[in-house]
């Protein structure tokens, strides 16, 4: 694997905050990540398009033991937007999942955010 960038390294940093506040169900740092036009593409949505924010809002509640890691992230820099694709591993007090998911990062407005996201079931 060729060496990260600082960007990289930035954007892979700006994504594993967003994977712990949802491992961690913190509703405000996941907004304060997210666009508010964010869209998605998953199981939990029966793999249809969905777009916005009060979706996700559903599954933020109590927070269990979890933790959240990217194995073999890769970041792809396209100007003021960052294409990253890894597996996600979760591992929680009933198990370990693991699921392959690619998000898209934005910058606007000077910041970061998170606009577009598509994982799968194993």
């Not at 905050?17 to 913190?26: F, G, M, T, V």
């Not at 964010?38 to 924010?53: A, I, R, T």
């Not at 003021?80 to 597996?87: G, L, N, R």
Request: net charge negative; glycine share 4%.
């Amino acid at each position: 694997m060729p060496p990260i960038s600082g960007l990289e390294d930035s954007i892979l940093k700006l994504n594993q905050q967003l994977l712990d506040s949802i491992a961690q169900q913190n509703w405000p740092e996941y907004t304060r990540l997210c666009a508010q036009d964010l869209v998605c593409v998953e199981p939990e949505s029966n793999n249809q398009f969905v777009q916005g924010l009060e979706f996700h809002k559903y599954y933020f509640g109590t927070p269990d033991n979890v933790q959240v890691t990217m194995s073999l992230p890769h970041v792809r820099l396209l100007n003021d937007a960052a294409i990253v694709s890894y597996v996600r591993v979760t591992q929680t007090p009933s198990g370990t999942l693991t699921w392959p998911e690619t998000r898209v990062w934005q910058r606007i407005q000077g910041e970061w955010k998170h606009v577009h996201f598509h994982k799968s079931k194993l």
